[in-house]
């Protein structure tokens, strides 16, 4: 498995991970921007009273006019203090919200950087981002919802329903509260059916965007085989999936809006309809009147915004649902509580050893069966065998990307599974057959390395790599872009660059995986001999498909379907006369160091 599914991640526990180290600042802009909440809505209610007493002054048969002008002056403070505190508070609390996504941002990276290979092989990258930014603007959104809609919209109700209980008829309220009952009862009933279409949307959405990343990744591929027009169907047929759930959703949310805004309408033409009856019968002045069509426009507007709010809630909380999965997930191959220090050893190598290991993908297909090998620091252990036999996969159990389902791997005499992870694999320097590089320069690339790397060191490297003449030919040098993936560059000269990266990490165990796969005969005979002084008293594990380069092997070891079936020292495989023999003639025949296709894995 590549990870337990434990659920989502409680949101204790996952408060406790984006919490800051601090909470001194947060506190503070959070009474800060409390204060404010509360300047701007007493001046929201209180700004239509006294407008309505103007109007009322105004109305009169002897209007005062410094009464007036006073009311007039008190209402403009009240505005300008009420436009000055909302920008305030938001501005408050954008450090908040800015801090918080990247906290959860950075948190989603760092977790699945921890989850296992096995996890990555099943799951696309595109999908992996959609998924962690929805997490973090989730995340950001609800925060930003609290402070800026929730809290004074519910204190302006509050405020606006104790005015309209003082200056109106108790039959108002009860009005009011029961419009306002019926609007949350349509919103719940279209919260369940949104949200199941919101779902399946972000599905359609991620598929959508999960397809156009994997075909631009390949897009190699696609021009070699023709098949442009048949990548854009797809994409065509995934985005018809996503304009459909986008049309339920929105389908659904017009509806409800439908609903509530006809109820609003019909509320308010009752309401206004019984102030005009009480002003006809003397009970209400007009000055009332302008004071309830006013308050009327705020309360719905509170409503609105909070309607609004619950269903950014809602949104957000299918946002999070899939990032707190991700969160939750238990990575399959951890460092230990206590981890074992890795004993000093030599200055240059480590000593391996396997013991009886077994392992397959699928517990049920074997793809190591009973594997053992000794390499001693300081020596040169090969590994040799057909397509499927198992090569690279001992690499990979050496890094730990795995666990043996049965047996032990050592280091320094220490089991892979008690070493902190970043301890096992500082000692590793690995050069596989596929390279990865990022879309960086090449000095960025290499330096990857070692952190902390002089550009000095980095061109050391680079010389040792024979990457020297490529680089110096290059307008930008050391500086060039080498694209996504390094797609600008050679194959050969993608894997000169992940050799010199290594030759600056400067490991204590090398591990070559058909490191010169890669490259042409001059180009790796030079590369040979950069890589025999780099592995010159260093503990170096080679996986091999060109016999020509292991000669010099300590050890070898020849696998065929996953076990060890022949093993010495090149001498001593040849005179067997056994499986590696018949390799070494075959790929003489063909021209010793040009031959792939028998001995590939």
Not at 162 to 173: A, E, H, P, S, T
Not at 329 to 352: C, D, K, M, R, Y
Not at 509 to 524: F, N, Y
Request: proline residues 3%; charged residues 20%.
């Amino acid at each position: 498995m590549a990870s337990t599914k434990i659920g989502h991640l409680p949101l204790r526990a996952f408060w406790r991970l984006v919490r800051p180290a601090s909470l001194r600042s947060w506190f503070l802009r959070f009474f800060c921007s409390c204060v404010l909440l509360v300047v701007e809505s007493v001046t929201a209610v209180a700004t239509p009273w006294l407008f309505s007493d103007m109007v009322a002054r105004l109305s009169g048969k002897e209007a005062v006019m410094a009464a007036v002008m006073a009311l007039l002056a008190s209402y403009t403070v009240l505005r300008m203090a009420g436009a000055l505190a909302g920008p305030l508070r938001s501005l408050l609390m954008v450090p908040v919200r800015t801090a918080l996504r990247e906290r959860i941002s950075l948190l989603g990276l760092e977790h699945v950087h921890q989850l296992g290979a096995r996890f990555h092989q099943q799951r696309q990258t595109g999908a992996l981002t959609r998924i962690i930014d929805r997490g973090a603007d989730a995340a950001s959104m609800i925060v930003d919802m609290t402070f800026s809609n929730v809290m004074p919209n519910l204190l302006g109700l509050a405020l606006t329903f104790l005015v309209v209980l003082r200056v109106f008829d108790g039959w108002y309220l009860v009005l009011l509260c029961a419009t306002l009952i019926l609007y949350s009862a349509v919103s719940f009933l279209f919260t369940r059916w949104r949200m199941q279409a919101r779902r399946e949307r972000n599905q359609a959405n991620n598929h959508a965007h999960r397809h156009l990343v994997d075909s631009l990744l390949n897009a190699d591929i696609v021009r070699m085989f023709g098949n442009a027009a048949h990548e854009c169907r797809r994409q065509e047929g995934a985005w018809q999936a996503l304009r459909t759930a986008e049309a339920r959703l929105q389908g659904l949310v017009g509806g409800s809006q439908a609903i509530r805004n006809s109820l609003i309408a019909l509320a308010t033409a009752v309401l206004l309809g019984m102030a005009i009856r009480d002003i006809h019968a003397h009970r209400l002045g007009v000055a009332q009147f302008v004071l309830m069509g006013t308050y009327l426009r705020s309360v719905y507007a509170s409503v609105g915004a909070l309607n609004y709010v619950g269903a950014g809630w809602r949104n957000a909380r299918v946002d999070m649902e899939a990032y707190l999965e991700l969160m939750g997930l238990v990575p399959e191959i951890q460092s230990p509580p206590a981890p074992v220090p890795l004993p000093a050893g030599q200055a240059h190598g480590v000593t391996l050893d396997m013991q009886h290991v077994s392992f397959g993908y699928d517990p049920e297909r074997l793809i190591l069966r009973h594997v053992s090998f000794t390499l001693a620091a300081g020596k040169m252990l090969a590994i040799v065998g057909r397509s499927g036999s198992g090569k690279s996969t001992v690499a990979k159990l050496v890094s730990r990307l795995y666990d043996p389902l049965e047996g032990t791997v050592r280091m320094e005499g220490v089991p892979l599974p008690a070493l902190s992870l970043d301890a096992l694999r500082g000692q590793i320097g690995v050069v596989a057959q596929e390279t990865s590089l990022f879309n960086a320069t090449i000095a960025e690339n290499i330096a990857y390395g070692r952190a902390g790397a002089s550009m000095a060191e980095v061109r050391q490297a680079a010389e040792a790599a024979q990457l020297g003449p490529f680089v110096d030919s290059l307008p930008d040098g050391f500086d060039t872009l080498v694209g996504e993936r390094g797609v600008r560059l050679s194959g050969g000269e993608r894997q000169r660059m992940a050799i010199a990266r290594v030759i600056l990490r400067n490991p204590r165990l090398l591990v070559l995986d058909e490191a010169t796969s890669a490259l042409d005969s001059r180009t790796e005979e030079a590369i040979q001999k950069e890589l025999e002084s780099l592995s010159s008293g260093r503990t170096t594990l080679v996986i091999a498909h060109r016999l020509s380069t292991i000669q010099r092997a300590d050890h070898i070891l020849v696998m065929e379907n996953g076990e060890v079936v022949e093993e010495g020292t090149h001498r001593q495989l040849l005179e067997k006369g056994g499986i590696y023999a018949g390799m070494w003639r075959l790929q003489a025949r063909r021209g010793s160091v040009e031959s792939h296709s028998d001995v590939e894995g």
